[in-house]
């Protein structure tokens, strides 16, 4: 017997792998009805004693027809055949493989037919898909609606939201569970799951499809201690009609509070309007408040309208009016949580929310606890307004004319030195252009070029001819919008740099 190496004599015994496959493993197959698809299925033929003819399908959809000369498959779905298809090959006693290969409604085909199963029509190019049932045709009052979500169907209720969106011809909606079986989604924005409601963000005037979802994710890292506000793209369909893009998003609300630990019995305020200034005049007037909580709308708390309902509210718009120096000083901590409420100028200052100062916000205040911050509504950031104009990246704004929050701690000292040290650390972390350029990138391609198109043959034509906007002649396609949005975020660090 021959003496073992070193090493050898530990050596495991050789395992018998098998012989190598011969099908092909491949990831999901997408295309639209209509168009052609050839699947290669055998991939090694020279594996031993195995040929195209041993490849058995248990079943294929209409139409589609494999070819054991090449070992190929050979699919044109019909105009009826949107859903995605799990095809399995099997060489018998030997082994087997899946083939997933979605089909997308052709929607824009003249002669198009309904999706004939929306519960075998969970993903569309891998996006998720949400099928809406009847659509919401109000703002005010919730009807049931049933909700189809990758297949899975839920009894609910939908309402439309939004005001400047509720004019596009695509609409903003919330979506309501019971709360025996809320909304899950445990594989996008890191598991966004246990929702009573859910908002899904019209992306009609947001050629990049992705300024809401960016502006929230900054916000989110600017500090974790921030109420975070989870966001993801999807597919919506009202009932058969392709509607496109959407972002999927936390409703904010008594929940949300809840699930982050702040309680869910206080008071929650969104601003609707730049009266919502903490000031005692309106916006851009000389003319007093008939109520000093004007510009601000009532969303969860007891009582929710009448005598006290905005108490709470009223004392801090007045405190931040009437209070000395020293007095503002002293309390302001207590009152709110001021880290917070500084990120707010931050942000808005860094993405350009001309929209973002003075509305479009939550205030949540817990009896006992300090008012809480939370931004909404990001379609006039990164380079454009509110109604798509390009913005420079060289025009700033500290935006006290529109937010007296904003005027008094610009005014005082110690809040200001704050403000610079928390601006300096943002702009040398969560703010660097290459980060935010990352997760710009990484959000866009998060939306397939096919998806993209689909979405821009729908409602290209009425996004440039919208009366909000339709003098611009600077469209551009959604790549070219992203290139914008990179040299746009680059210009703006160099900007706010200077500054800080």
Not at 431 to 439: F, G, K, S
């Amino acid at each position: 017997m021959t003496d073992a190496g070193p090493g050898e004599a530990d050596a495991a015994p050789a395992i018998d792998a098998g012989p190598p496959a011969a099908l092909c493993q491949s990831g999901p197959q997408w295309l639209s009805e209509g168009e052609t698809l050839t699947l290669a299925v055998l991939c090694n033929q020279d594996a031993p004693e195995v040929s195209g003819e041993d490849v058995v399908f248990a079943e294929l959809p209409a139409g589609a027809s494999y070819d054991p000369a090449s070992g190929s498959l050979s699919w044109t779905p019909g105009l009826d055949q949107a859903a995605v298809y799990d095809l399995v090959a099997e060489i018998p006693g030997r082994e087997s493989a899946h083939f997933t290969v979605g089909v997308a409604d052709a929607w824009d085909q003249a002669d198009n037919l309904p999706i004939v199963d929306r519960n075998a029509y969970p993903l569309e190019y891998g996006m998720p898909v949400f099928f809406l049932s009847p659509p919401a045709e109000s703002r005010e009052e919730y009807a049931f609606c049933t909700i189809t979500y990758r297949g899975v169907d839920h009894d609910a209720y939908c309402k439309k939201r939004g005001r400047t969106s509720f004019d596009f011809p695509k609409n903003s909606y919330t979506l309501k569970f019971p709360a025996a079986a809320p909304f899950d989604e445990p594989e996008r924005a890191g598991g966004f799951v246990d929702k009573r409601k859910v908002v899904l963000t019209t992306t009609f005037d947001d050629v990049s499809y992705v300024r809401h979802r960016l502006a929230f994710e900054l916000w989110n890292q600017l500090d974790p201690a921030h109420v975070q506000i989870q966001t993801y793209p999807a597919i919506v369909y009202l009932e058969d009609e392709f509607w496109g893009i959407y972002n999927v998003t936390d409703h904010v609300d008594e929940d949300l509070m809840r699930q982050q630990g702040l309680g869910g019995d206080g008071h929650l305020y969104k601003t609707i309007s730049h009266d919502a200034n903490f000031r005692a005049t309106r916006h851009r007037s000389d003319a007093l408040k008939d109520s000093l909580a004007e510009g601000f709308e009532k969303k969860s708390g007891e009582p929710e309208e009448g005598p006290g309902a905005f108490d709470d509210l009223i004392d801090l718009v007045s405190f931040a009016i009437e209070a000395d120096d020293d007095t503002f000083l002293a309390e302001i901590d207590t009152r709110l949580a001021l880290d917070e409420y500084i990120d707010w100028l931050i942000f808005v200052t860094f993405i350009a929310g001309d929209d973002n100062a003075g509305k479009n916000s939550y205030h949540y205040h817990q009896s006992g606890g300090p008012w809480r911050f939370v931004p909404w509504d990001f379609n006039a950031t990164f380079g454009q307004n509110w109604q798509t104009f390009r913005r420079s990246a060289q025009d700033y704004e500290n935006y006290t004319s529109l937010n007296h929050l904003f005027e008094r701690f610009l005014a005082l000292p110690s809040i200001s030195a704050q403000i610079d040290a928390r601006y300096r650390a943002a702009l040398d972390g969560v703010l660097q252009p290459e980060r935010v350029t990352a997760l710009l990138d990484q959000f866009y391609a998060d939306v397939p070029a096919a998806v993209r198109a689909r979405d821009q043959r729908r409602w290209r034509d009425e996004f440039e001819s919208f009366d909000y906007w339709n003098e611009r002649d600077n469209f551009l396609s959604p790549d070219e919008e992203l290139d914008y949005m990179r040299t746009w975020i680059a210009e703006r660090w160099t900007r706010i740099d200077s500054l800080y």
